[in-house]
């Protein structure tokens, strides 16, 4: 393995968050190697990654120390459009308080800003490709995560902290998550399952499917929401937003749901097992909806579709 020596590397503080200038590389360094990077961060503490290109596969470590490994995906149709020879990639990374920054960077790209890992916007264009990593993490318990890569999938499972999850172009896939999870993809399948908190889940194309104990908020642009809604999140004062642009939406919440209510699509049908009234907009509107309040009310609960049925339906 080949080891890269970083020197002279300044920080400054951006919002109380670092941002590390591009590191000076020894002779010796070579890019597209393997990288690997062992150390703690305190319970509490944030573990920020953003790959350029390739997935993000995040599991449970066994002990308190994180793991980071990393290494060249093979050439694929990942960049089809695109003839010209991938960019090379180094990876850094820098401790800043309770945190550690692990970046990859490349000569288009030489910036690490952790106050947004997932979509920097120095260099992008069409033209570029850097070459794809796939990156493997072990997190330990207690340590929060964003991780980020500009094309490619995120897949995440058994965090037992705050969980920040983005894709530019990918499918981002959360799994069995205690802490509150936020998950955004330009383009690609949202999936979180098993959450014991909050989520919000947004896509800019693509469905989303959330199983959730808390507060849930999912947008899409183009495809279908589907969640179910466990017993906790019958109740609270968060409000929910369940949204796509064109794509059905279905929720099964639990039958002790409280809140106001309300169902609308553009162009579709809508239904609901809970006593919801539902407006009449003639015989040939193709609008449809339904409003009501129920339990103790106080929270918004929306399902919106542009183009699309919207059901709610009583789980358990």
Do not use: C, Y
């Given at each position: 393995?080949?080891?890269?020596?970083?020197?002279?590397?300044?920080?400054v503080l951006l919002h109380g968050i670092p941002v590390i200038t591009p590191p000076v590389l020894s002779p010796t360094t070579t890019a597209d190697s393997s990288f690997a990077w062992t150390g703690t961060v305190p319970a509490g503490g944030w573990l920020r990654i953003r790959n350029l290109a390739?997935?993000?596969?995040?599991?449970?470590?066994?002990?308190?120390t994180i793991e980071v490994?990393?290494?060249?995906?093979?050439?694929?149709?990942?960049?089809?459009?695109?003839?010209?020879?991938?960019?090379?990639?180094?990876?850094?990374?820098?401790r800043q308080g309770s945190e550690v920054v692990v970046c990859a960077i490349s000569n288009t790209m030489p910036h690490c800003d952790a106050n947004d890992l997932s979509s920097p916007n120095s260099?992008?264009?069409?033209?570029?490709h850097p070459r794809a990593m796939h990156v493997v993490v072990r997190l330990p318990a207690g340590v929060s995560l964003q991780a980020g890569t500009m094309h490619g999938d995120l897949t995440i499972a058994d965090a037992s902290a705050e969980v920040v999850a983005r894709s530019g172009h990918g499918t981002i896939s959360v799994r069995d998550v205690t802490g509150v999870v936020t998950?955004?993809?330009?383009?690609?399948?949202?999936?979180?399952?098993?959450?014991?908190?909050?989520?919000?889940?947004?896509?800019?194309?693509?469905?989303?499917?959330?199983?959730?104990?808390?507060?849930?908020?999912?947008?899409?642009?183009?495809?279908?929401?589907?969640?179910?809604?466990?017993?906790?999140a019958a109740l609270g004062s968060n409000d929910m937003m369940f949204k796509t642009g064109h794509g059905n939406i279905s929720v099964s919440a639990p039958k002790s749901?409280?809140?106001?209510?309300?169902?609308?699509?553009?162009?579709?049908?809508?239904?609901?097992?809970?006593p919801l009234t539902v407006a009449d907009h003639g015989r040939y509107a193709r609008t449809g909806s339904a409003h009501g309040i129920l339990g103790s009310?106080?929270?918004?609960?929306?399902?919106?579709?542009?183009?699309?049925?919207v059901r709610l339906t009583a789980g358990s």
């Open positions: 393995m080949i080891k890269i020596a970083l020197i002279a590397t300044s920080v390739g997935t993000v596969e995040v599991t449970r470590a066994s002990g308190n490994h990393a290494t060249p995906e093979s050439e694929s149709d990942r960049w089809t459009w695109n003839t010209k020879p991938s960019e090379p990639v180094r990876f850094v990374t820098q260099g992008w264009n069409d033209d570029w998950a955004n993809s330009g383009h690609g399948d949202v999936n979180v399952i098993g959450a014991a908190s909050r989520v919000t889940a947004n896509t800019g194309h693509g469905t989303i499917h959330v199983s959730s104990a808390g507060a849930v908020h999912a947008t899409t642009g183009h495809g279908d929401v589907v969640v179910e809604l466990a017993s906790a749901l409280s809140g106001d209510i309300d169902l609308h699509t553009d162009r579709g049908n809508v239904s609901s097992d809970f009310g106080g929270r918004t609960v929306r399902l919106s579709s542009g183009h699309g049925d």
